[in-house]
């Protein structure tokens, strides 16, 4: 409380937005973890089913696993009857509808770590004024006059950096991550639609 109440206003945004950060990389770790799946397996056992001609058993497998990648098998394979082409489309358009949630919160994590940089040298810049007011309206003739200038500008730069940096490196792990789950949805689908053209043959 020390540290903050020297800080200053500044500081004080700073202890907020980092809050927010911390939320929000909870969530997406508690949302990620949910929906973590072995899609090799499931779409080993859709494949089967969809061999033995029993689409419906796929369906239900989806059905057993509320995650995005189900999510997106299941549309598809609800117009399993329709042919390739009409999967084709009910894949791509409940992937559209996924990406948001697989994305959601990343552009706010984004701005966190920008602004908490800029706000940390904000406070900087503040601090330095200050620390120059004190010199130009008492002189420099005590470390004590310029100190507390000096020490919010140290301060608030240390807490945007410690802010930033964190926020940054977890940014580019769940972006990894969103990728991974892309690319898992993108190789089931395109298997299963190869195996409906080929059923067709």
């Known amino acids: 409380m020390n540290y903050i109440t020297q800080g200053g206003f500044i500081m004080y945004l700073l202890v907020l937005i980092s809050i927010i950060a911390i939320a929000l990389i909870i969530n997406r770790l508690r949302f990620y973890h949910r929906i973590k799946i072995n899609s090799e397996a499931l779409l080993q056992k859709i494949i089967e089913y969809l061999k033995a001609g029993s689409p419906e058993s796929a369906i239900t497998l989806c059905e057993e696993h509320d995650t995005p990648f189900t999510s997106v098998l299941k549309k598809g394979l609800l117009h399993y009857k329709e042919g390739p082409s009409a999967i084709e489309e009910a894949f791509q358009s409940q992937e559209l509808r996924e990406i948001p949630n697989l ?99």
């Open 103 to 201: 994305e959601k919160h990343l552009s706010i994590l984004s701005t966190i770590a920008s602004v908490s940089t800029l706000l940390g040298f904000t406070g900087t810049v503040t601090g330095m004024i200050k620390a120059f007011h004190n010199i130009a309206q008492e002189g420099a003739s005590s470390p004590s006059i310029v100190a507390s200038g000096i020490s919010q500008a140290l301060l608030t730069t240390a807490a945007g950096l410690l802010i930033a940096i964190p926020t940054v490196i977890f940014v580019r792990y769940f972006e990894a991550i969103v990728d991974k789950f892309i690319n898992e949805i993108d190789i089931a689908t395109h298997e299963i639609i190869r195996i409906t053209k080929g059923e067709e043959k």
